[in-house]
């Protein structure tokens, strides 16, 4: 079955981390470029990151220097941890295959004091 899997989001007070999963079944990860975006409440979806199968990346200008993209390939995940979180970084966070515009189910992450 060809899915994604969010995990890892949660409540986290502003200046901390969390390090978001994606658990990719059904193709590789590493053949492929994988996007996450982001949802705040009451607005669009937005992009916040990309990974090429070449492994570079590239961020929204918000999120550079903060939030990292990576892949473990034995694992076929993606991953995107994100270190100082604000307020406005809260939203329910998706991770997609563009190819396919295969999407997960997102997890929600809440940056709150």
């Known amino acids: 079955q060809v899915q994604l899997v969010e995990s890892g989001g949660g409540l986290v007070q502003p200046g901390g981390s969390l390090n978001l999963s994606c658990a990719a079944s059904?193709?590789?990860?590493?053949?492929?470029?994988m996007n996450w975006y982001r949802q705040p409440p009451g607005r669009r979806r937005e992009w916040v990151a990309t990974l090429f199968s070449n492994q570079i990346a590239t961020y929204t200008n918000s999120v550079k220097g903060r939030f990292t993209i990576s892949r473990d390939d034995t694992k076929n995940m993606v991953y995107l941890q994100m270190n100082s979180l604000d307020f406005e970084d809260t939203a329910v966070y998706y991770c997609?295959?563009?190819?396919?515009?295969?999407w997960g189910q997102g997890t929600q992450v809440t940056v709150s004091l």
């Open positions: 059904g193709f590789s990860v590493k053949e492929n470029v």
């Open positions: 997609q295959r563009p190819s396919t515009q295969l």
